[in-house]
């Protein structure tokens, strides 16, 4: 058993991605949309460019949110945000109007900006075209004509910021219908217009499908969307350990204009042109080697093995003895039940986010959620597997003079060892499932294509993470499966 | 010899034995017997060093349980639950050998043990590697006597061990398990409900009712002086078939 568990330790530990013990390096991060990943490109470029070291990317992070906290913790060096996110979303200052301005608040929290970037990326909303022509739509304040039946689709972040959809609502007098607004993710807001599921979508201003989907953006005739000009955000640190480094990101000031910015979201997200191509094109620069598909997904796959691998052992190192503390004891038992049920109630995405705080970005956070996820599985099925166990047997072995040690590895354990292994067989499956959202902390993993696809809206690309996926979850039931010939007792495998 | 001595056992505030007296000679069998709800399955428990007692004592030979520790005990009393009690995951031949492995038996020690006592009970030796659900009831029941009698116990404690088996076999193993009781020359007590199994391998019964004992002597003492008119209901109440005459 010992050298089992030595052989599965050196295993795990030539798996773990190389980064984990690698040097420090400059890590660029991204939100998850298409803008971000391409600026997040340009950023690490230009940084490899100017000579200081070796750039890790992090990039399609997810929301504001986790970017920004991944920066404040340190887990990233800098990443491109926009002026009216950082004052609305961030400084949770409305009233910060100038560069200026948000600049001395960022520095308070030992963060410095760059110039703007060049192009200005506000929310704005738009209709299909040819909606906009029948019903005479120009401006946002022509929606009051026609609210009633209007069906919109909004991103979670517009619905949910000050300065998205609530604001805008109360300025323009708009009554929409709750229940005619859907949340939804950004890029696929797009398919919902195009496929006429709704009428009404918010977008970027620089948003390269807004040709393609033959939308029309109403003007925002009140002047209510703050300005939302790209600058990039780094920690002070960074800065000052990489002077040129940072030299070269300011040096980019005022040259992505809005223009420029359009086309090379448009040859992301429509042309399907990779992200270090279109950045490199725009540096002038030969573009950067791409990873071959195959060493791709090999490193793709250590590093959602290593995710669910750490997961699988920590839920039956914890979770089998948590178990057995819940059958022995009944009021602690009900608490660990309860709250290993809670956990699971904990949307995945929302227990990244409390874990960002506590554990930065990367690989940590996810190991974590990913650990408590598989919990419940386990326990409960530890629980289950020995309270079904006819209590004949447990006074039988204790009037055979049996101490409660030998009960519990000869009796107790092997008997409920179907059910036990059930519990890890769901807790594996499950975590392999939950391991493509670790992307989202800049875990990689499987969902690394998976996000960026959903993002650009790139079929084949989200395939690349999802198929490997399925992959790995049929193989990991097909290994549960000769385990259980290997762990299950005989005399309780022939029964079943 | 087992003895059991003032034996007082309340349960919840109820009292469930009062006062029960028992003795068993070396070598003697002897069947506890009453109606479910009598207390047997209690005193059964207290025998086999499960629960404790309020008053009194359990001896063998001459020896309280309370001297010893819960593994020496179990080493003196060997047990043979309902229906066998075997453990379902592990081999008949597993199931006779667990504690003398837990014990740290030698193999060799433990291989000539189990061919003695397969040799006694008249097992196929083929029947030993297979797991309890290929095994029949009476197999079953044979192999779970040897699990009983491989620590060489003092007593074996048997609880009802014909109740699953059909009328066919109980029959054929009844008789063997006479044969089995004398050849092994242990001290038994057989809990049962049913008479005729009392009967049938027991030299004495006791009879229980509400946690006392109503009367303890052989069937025919039980049949032609009864100490009390429940002995005589509880008797009569046993031969349920109506005799030839007695059927139209």
Same mark, same amino acid.
């Given at each position: ?316 190192? =914890?979770? *089998?003895?948590?178990?057995?503390? /819940?059958?022995?004891?009944? #009021?602690? !038992?009900? @608490?660990?039940? +309860?709250? &290993? ?88 499956? =499950?975590? *392999?499932?939950?391991?493509?959202? /670790?992307?989202?902390?800049? #875990?990689? !993993?499987? @969902?690394?294509? +998976?996000? &960026? ?44 | ?248």
């Amino acid at each position: 058993m010992r050298r089992i568990l030595a052989a599965l330790l050196i295993t795990a530990a030539g798996l773990a991605p190389a980064h984990l013990w690698a040097a420090q390096s400059i890590v660029v991060g991204s939100k998850a949309f298409t803008e971000g990943y391409v600026l997040g490109e340009i950023a690490a470029q230009t940084i490899e460019a100017s000579g200081q070291g070796p750039v890790t990317r992090k990039l399609g992070m997810g929301s504001t949110g986790i970017v920004f906290e991944a920066l404040k913790s340190g887990a990233i060096d800098v990443y491109s945000d926009y002026t009216g996110t950082l004052a609305e979303a961030i400084l949770k200052r409305p009233d910060l109007k100038s560069i200026d301005d948000i600049r001395q608040a960022l520095l308070k929290m030992d963060l410095v900006m760059s110039e703007p970037l060049g192009f200005d990326d506000t929310y704005a909303l738009a209709v299909k075209e040819s909606f906009a022509e029948t019903r005479e739509l120009r401006s946002i304040s022509d929606l009051s004509r026609v609210e009633s039946g209007l069906r919109a689709a909004f991103s979670y972040e517009f619905m949910d910021r000050k300065d998205g959809f609530a604001g805008m609502a109360q300025s323009y007098h708009l009554h929409l219908a709750p229940q005619n607004i859907k949340r939804m993710e950004h890029s696929l807001s797009f398919q919902a217009i195009d496929d006429g599921a709704v009428d009404l979508i918010d977008l970027y201003s620089t948003d390269a499908k807004i040709e393609k989907s033959k939308l029309r953006v109403l003007k925002d005739d009140r002047g209510y969307f703050p300005v939302y000009q790209a600058v990039w955000v780094a920690r002070r640190q960074f800065t000052e350990q990489y002077p040129r480094a940072w030299a070269a990101l300011t040096g980019m000031q005022g040259s992505i204009n809005e223009r420029t910015m359009i086309d090379m979201n448009a040859q992301a997200d429509i042309e399907h042109v990779g992200f270090a191509k279109i950045a490199a094109q725009f540096l002038g620069a030969e573009a950067p080697r791409s990873q071959s598909l195959k060493s791709n997904i090999l490193q793709r796959t250590r590093e959602h093995l290593w995710l669910v691998g750490i997961a699988l052992l920590f839920s039956v190192l =914890v979770g *089998i003895p948590l178990g057995l503390v /819940a059958v022995r004891f009944h #009021a602690a !038992g009900q @608490g660990i039940l +309860i709250a &290993s049920a809670l956990i699971q109630t904990v949307p995945s995405l929302a227990l990244l986010c409390f874990l960002i705080p506590l554990f930065g970005v990367g690989m940590k956070p996810a190991l974590a959620a990913l650990c408590m996820y598989s919990l419940l599985p386990v326990v409960l099925n530890t629980f289950t597997g020995i309270r079904s166990i006819d209590p004949k047997h447990l006074e039988n072995a204790r009037a055979f003079g049996m101490t409660n040690r030998q009960v519990l590895l000869r009796v107790i354990l092997p008997l409920a060892s179907p059910t036990i292994l059930a519990g890890i067989k769901t807790a594996t499956i =499950v975590s *392999i499932g939950t391991a493509t959202l /670790a992307a989202l902390v800049g #875990a990689g !993993g499987y @969902g690394a294509p +998976i996000v &960026s696809g959903l993002s650009l809206n790139d079929v084949p690309t989200i395939l690349t993470g999802a198929i490997p996926a399925a992959l790995m979850a049929l193989i990991a039931y097909g290994l549960f499966e000769l385990l259980g010939l290997a762990v299950i007792p005989a005399g309780l495998r022939k029964q079943t | 010899m087992l003895a059991l001595q003032n034996i007082h056992k309340t349960f919840e505030g109820r009292l469930v034995l009062t006062d029960v007296n028992l003795t068993i000679p070396k070598g003697a069998t002897h069947a506890l017997i009453g109606s479910s709800g009598s207390g047997k399955t209690t005193l059964l428990r207290i025998t086999l060093g499960l629960i404790p007692l309020d008053k009194g004592y359990v001896k063998i030979n001459d020896q309280a349980l309370s001297s010893f520790s819960p593994i020496e005990w179990a080493d003196r009393i060997g047990y043979v639950p309902q229906e066998g009690g075997l453990f379902p995951h592990i081999s008949a031949f597993q199931n006779v050998s667990l504690m003398a492995t837990l014990r740290g038996w030698k193999r060799a020690k433990i291989g000539a043990r189990v061919e003695e006592l397969r040799k006694l009970v008249d097992l196929d030796a083929a029947l030993l590697g297979r797991f309890p659900f290929e095994l029949s009831g009476g197999q079953q029941q044979r192999v779970a006597i040897m699990r009983a009698a491989m620590m060489d116990p003092e007593v074996l404690l048997l609880d009802e061990p014909m109740a699953a088996l059909d009328p066919l076999i109980r029959r054929s193993l009844q008789q063997e398990l006479k044969s089995i009781f004398q050849r092994l020359g242990k001290t038994v007590l057989l809990v049962t409900h049913d008479l005729g199994e009392a009967v049938y391998l027991a030299e004495q019964i006791t009879l229980l009712h509400e946690g006392k004992v109503v009367q303890s002597g052989t069937y025919g003492e039980l049949l032609r002086q009864p100490n009390d008119p429940f002995v005589t209901a509880f008797i009569n109440a046993q031969r349920t078939l109506p005799d030839a005459a007695e059927v139209a």
